[in-house]
């Protein structure tokens, strides 16, 4: 091993929540779907480049799903829907496998498959105003039968496509037989079947290092003590419920650990904490069960390190002490890891991999400088990111930038792959911490998971339900096979993945969903004690559910002064404002942003837009308005260039028009655009999203799933709307 190469540790960490009901069925379906589609294809993809080592953390809970599934024959929701022959479809069935039968993403999932984007549009564009009955009525047996077999093809991998059952089905493209649904049933839990045993046989050569997590992804600092979310935050709102079990923490990580060595023949050495939370007390924990490093944010150690902090100190491990043991931490870089997990998914493969290799041989010169060439042994660049969710938004789910990817690693003279174990080998003696600042991935706190009204209500029911199973539990009264199954169930619903639905941060169309299977899990303690919950475990937690992005409507006309500084109070008062780091994330949360809020405004003849920002953009940046609708039109303002450019299309040919260039970037950004260059009038409704690009790739998007609408003025606006 060249002692010039710098180490690169990329760590996949693999999870899903539990999502089992009382029924027995899996109620989402989403532990099989990032099974056939991600979880063996990514180590399929990794063993044609022998040179490449990696870190994968898989999440006891996962695990325990896709077992039920190999070795129980489990089914989920989206599975007994597909398996029902179609010509016995109710009503229900029927309405139930449109809502359902679509969640994927349109580009790169739907669209690519002619019958599939087929049946797409038959839904979502000619049925769209008609009423779910309709709806339901108006496809055809063999309709539903194609549907039942493309969604769930359309959720199986690139590598595990080469089967030849799955090729075979893939090529048949329409008219689907029964029996066709029968075979692919059976090949996805074939699929499922080789994931223990791959990655198994992988760890055991050495191509990737596996670890774990606590077992039902809880956040431990929380579990130790709900207070410690003031601790990071000192104004946050905590539960009326003091929720205080440090036993409950180390129960998970014991209980992680134990299932993870019956499955894969041996301990793990590390963890990946659920959300890279951290503090002294869960970090003791984890140490205590023999675990010799840790991982979590950059952001925990410039918190930690205060005014002694440099970025260049994120890339060697360090090792902590807990009062009674030690262990050591890895801090993730947060930008690489949020370019994997956001940006480079809408940039050319070979043009992402080159940015992330100048900015690999930018972190080397910059530790060269600073300690020499000949330390580099002993330093790493940790890269940590979800496994999962950000494939789909990826040509060819991911497959071309990973090929780039490992090649480019494999290749180069000055950087290579290692595992985070072989990295804190190399490193001999790590830096020693006596203090750490507690929070998590996410800015540094817990505050996704505590603090609002949702979350506390959650955090204050479970406490009540806790309280009430140790208090039957004294009587004596119960079978102990009975207070198990419902300890268990206080366990899952400990798990972090419920507080990040709740609030206001996340929203899918599965919110009410997982609210439902939350109160459930609590329900199912008092009746497994046969008592009857409290009334408050039936009304819903949530209050509202996705999308919960609403177009705001500009309340006036504005005139501001398009000089790139908020000249004075009045002057964007009246338009819409939006902040976009308010607005609902999916299953993946974004925090490396741009725009803190865009005001949207406007007169009788202009569109105006000002953006403020958390920080200032570089000064290769370009922002991008694409109008989707009344028409499609893209507008491009170029501060560098001093040029807002209009493209369209015409005949088929890209024609560019360039705008008047009426705008000012310096603290804030502040653009007026006529309505006549945008080629709208009076009562037409503008639709668009706002696109951040930095070198002419796309860095942030808002918003990102819906519009901002707005209905052009007339000269008369005032006089309907007119406000104080």
């Known amino acids: 091993m060249s002692k010039n190469k710098l180490g690169i540790a990329i760590l996949w960490h693999q999870h899903q929540p539990y999502y089992k009901n009382s029924s027995g069925i899996y109620q989402m379906p989403w532990v099989r779907f990032h099974s056939t589609k991600d979880y063996l294809d990514m180590l399929l993809v990794q063993k044609e480049y022998p040179k490449i080592k990696q870190n994968v953390n898989l999440v006891p809970s996962l695990l325990l799903q896709i077992q ?20 016995e479809l109710n009503l229900e069935d029927k309405k139930k496998i449109l809502a359902n039968f679509f969640l994927a993403n349109i580009d790169h999932m739907i669209k690519p498959y002619h019958r599939f984007y087929e049946l797409y549009i038959k839904y979502k564009v000619y049925l769209k ?3 779910p009955e309709k709806q339901a009525e108006s496809f055809s047996a063999t309709d539903y039968r194609d549907l039942q077999v493309l969604y769930n093809l359309g959720w199986i991998g690139m590598e595990s496509r080469k089967r030849p059952g799955i090729d075979k089905l893939f090529k048949k493209n329409r008219n689907y037989t029964e029996a066709d649904k029968m075979a692919l049933l059976q090949e996805i839990r074939e699929i499922m079947k080789d994931i223990v045993p791959t990655a198994k046989e992988m760890w055991e050569s050495g191509a990737i290092e596996l670890s774990t997590t606590p077992f039902y992804h809880p956040i431990l600092p929380l579990l130790c003590n709900v207070h410690t979310g003031r601790d990071s935050s000192p104004d946050i709102r905590l539960p009326q419920q003091q929720f205080s079990h440090p036993e409950d923490a180390e129960m998970q990580v014991a209980r992680g650990i134990e299932y993870f060595e019956k499955l894969f023949g041996r301990r793990p050495v590390g963890m990946w904490p659920s959300e890279g939370s951290v503090s002294v007390q869960a970090l003791e924990i984890i ?35 807990t009062g009674k043991n030690q262990i050591n931490l890895f801090f993730r870089d947060h930008y690489l890891s949020d370019a994997i997990g956001f940006v480079y998914s809408n940039w050319p493969s070979d043009r992402a991999v080159e940015d992330l290799k100048n900015r690999f041989y930018a972190i080397r010169r910059l530790l060269s400088d600073n300690y020499g060439e000949h330390s580099l042994e002993k330093f790493v660049v940790p890269i940590i990111l979800d496994g999962e969710n950000c494939w789909e938004y990826y040509e060819g789910d991911g497959k071309p930038f990973l090929r780039q990817l490992y090649q480019m690693l494999s290749d180069d003279p000055l950087v290579e792959t290692v595992t985070l174990g072989e990295s804190l080998k190399r490193a001999k003696s790590p830096e020693r911490l006596n203090k750490l600042h507690p929070g998590s991935w996410i800015n540094s706190n817990f505050n996704i998971w505590i603090g609002a009204e949702e ?18 539990e004294k009587t004596g009264l119960y079978p102990e096979e009975v207070l198990n199954q419902a300890w268990e169930r206080i366990y899952v619903a400990e798990g972090s993945d419920w507080n990040w639905w709740y609030g206001d941060e996340h929203s899918s169309a599965n919110d009410m969903e997982f609210d439902q299977l939350y109160r459930e899990h609590l329900i199912e303690v008092y009746k497994l004690l046969g008592q009857d919950p409290p009334a408050i475990l039936y009304q819903t ?50 925090v490396t ?25 570089d000064p290769l940046t370009e922002f991008v308005l694409a109008i989707k609708r009344p028409h499609h039109l893209t507008v491009v303002i170029s501060p560098l260039r001093g040029v807002i450019e209009k493209f369209k299309m015409q005949d088929g040919t890209q024609q560019k028009t360039n705008l008047k260039p009426t705008y000012k970037l310096d603290r804030i950004m502040e653009v007026g655009i006529s309505f006549d260059d945008l080629e709208v009038q009076a009562g037409d409704i503008l639709g668009f999203q706002l696109q951040v690009k930095l070198n002419g790739q796309p860095v942030e998007e808002f918003p990102r799933i ?10 008369e606006f005032e006089l309907i709307e007119w406000s104080v």
Request: with cysteine; proline share 4%; glycine share 6%.
């Open 68 to 87: 039920d599934y190999v070795e129980n024959g489990a089914k989920d929701n989206v599975w007994v829907l597909t398996e029902k022959p179609a010509e």
């Open 129 to 131: 105003n008609e009423s």
């Open 287 to 321: 140490a205590r069960q023999g675990l010799e490093w840790a991982a979590t944010d950059e952001g925990i150690l410039a918190n930690t390190l205060h005014g002694d902090f440099s970025h260049a100190k994120i890339y060697q491990p360090y090792c902590l002490d």
């Open 455 to 472: 979350d506390n209500k959650s955090w204050d029911i479970l406490a009540q339900t806790r309280e009430f199973l140790v208090e039957e």
């Open 541 to 590: 937690i949530k209050r509202v559910h996705f999308d919960r992005f609403v177009s705001t409507r500009p309340k006036n006309f504005i005139n501001p002064d398009i000089d790139g500084r908020s000249s004075y109070f009045y002057e964007w008062v009246g338009a819409a404002v939006y902040e976009p780091g308010k607005t609902a994330q999916s299953a993946m949360h974004q």
């Open 593 to 617: 942003r741009v725009l803190d809020r865009l005001f949207v405004g406007f007169d009788v003849g202009h569109l105006y837009i000002r953006l403020d920002f958390l920080k200032r953009p």
């Open 706 to 715: 819906n519009l901002v609408d707005l209905e052009v003025p007339s000269k």
